[in-house]
C-alpha cells in the first residue's frame, strides 16, 4: 500500500514563496510518476506539476513559477512555488501513480493579496 504524506502549505502574501513536500512510502518505482494538483471548493482537481525519470510537465498557469524536484531514493517530490497569486488558493494533493492513483491528505495554500 502506497501511503502519502504532505507538508508546507500555510498562507503567504501574494508574490510570496513557499516549498510543499511530500515523503511516499511503500512499493513506488522510479519510473511511476508523481505530482502535484489542486483543488478549490466546487471545481474538480487540477493538474499542477507531475514528474518522472527525464520529463516534468506543468499546467500554463504555473509556468516558470513552480518547479517540481524528486528525490527518487527517498520517495520524496517537492513543489517549490514562487511569485504566488491568490489564484494559487486551493489545498494541494500530492499523487504517485503506480497501478492507481495514490493521494496524500491534502496541504492547504491560501496567498492573500
Known amino acids: 500500500q502506497v501511503q502519502l504524506v504532505e507538508s508546507g502549505g500555510g498562507l503567504v502574501q501574494a508574490g510570496g514563496s513557499l516549498r510543499l513536500v511530500c515523503v511516499g512510502s511503500?512499493?513506488?518505482?522510479?519510473?511511476?510518476?508523481m505530482g502535484w494538483y489542486r483543488q478549490t471548493p466546487g471545481k474538480p482537481r487540477e493538474l499542477v506539476a507531475t514528474?518522472?525519470?527525464?520529463?516534468?510537465d506543468y499546467a500554463e498557469s504555473v509556468k516558470g513559477r513552480f518547479t517540481i524536484s524528486r528525490n527518487y531514493t527517498k520517495k520524496m517530490v517537492t513543489l517549490q512555488m514562487e511569485n504566488l497569486k491568490p489564484e494559487d488558493t486551493a489545498v494541494y494533493y500530492c499523487?504517485?501513480?503506480?497501478?492507481?492513483?495514490?493521494w496524500g491528505q491534502g496541504t492547504q495554500v491560501t496567498v492573500s493579496q
Open positions: 511503500g512499493i513506488i518505482y522510479a519510473t511511476n510518476i
Open positions: 499523487d504517485a501513480r503506480t497501478l492507481k492513483d495514490f
Open positions: 514528474i518522472k525519470p527525464s520529463s516534468t
